[in-house]
């Protein structure tokens, strides 16, 4: 299983493709649509679904027009999906003063759900923190985190359903993983999971 990651245009969030051969999943698709698909096709893949770390806007900007592109589904933790359909919930209001809103996730996630990319799987490790239903995923030999731990620092805790009680528990659970995993943030450049967990513990 390898990743590549799309740089967007807006928000700074990043856009990740994860392949399996020729299976592809899209992770927080904030980059074009024309982006996403290019980076699909110089594997030779095809995308079969669209992962979502957590539910805020500058992570689903282009969750619709990629699903209408392409006719897959979106996941989404449970305790994030209503995120989607509330331009409140998502933070897009908090900061331009109106809604933003997607239509309902095709499918839902729980902890430790297994999701198969070809003959591979991804793991979903529920973090709630940043939001409650913000998620990772174990993909063997990389982690995809989202907003829950970047680099040099974690998510803010400070938005709907965000808690820092939580964001600690999470990052303990995380710790429980292999340091030397790669990690691959919603935000900046990827890290080693040891490293990114230090650097978090002075936050705390």
């Known amino acids: ?55 805020h806007f500058d992570h689903t900007v282009s969750l619709d027009t990629l699903r209408r592109a392409t006719a897959v589904g979106a996941y989404i933790h449970e305790s994030d999906a209503v995120m989607l359909t509330d331009g409140k919930k998502n933070a897009f209001y908090t900061f331009y003063g109106k809604e933003c809103v997607h239509a309902p996730a095709e499918h839902t996630l729980t902890d ?18 940043h939001s409650g239903g913000s998620v990772c995923f174990d993909c063997g030999d990389f982690l995809v985190t989202g907003d829950t731990l970047f680099a040099e620092s974690i998510g803010r805790c400070d938005l709907w359903s965000g808690s820092e009680a939580l964001m600690q528990s999470s990052l303990e659970l995380l710790r429980t993983l292999d340091p030397s995993l790669t990690i691959y943030p919603g935000h900046g450049a990827p890290s080693r999971l040891g490293s990114a967990l230090d650097n978090a513990a002075y936050f705390f």
């Open 1 to 55: 299983m390898n990743i590549k990651t799309v740089c967007p245009y807006s928000f700074g969030a990043n856009t990740y493709i994860i392949f399996s051969e020729h299976h592809a999943l899209a992770v927080d698709p904030s980059a074009s649509v024309e982006a996403i698909m290019s980076a699909v096709a110089e594997e030779g893949a095809v995308l079969e679904g669209i992962l979502l770390t957590h539910g």
């Open 112 to 129: 430790g759900q297994v999701l198969n990319l070809g003959n591979e799987e991804i793991r979903v490790i529920h973090t709630p923190g």
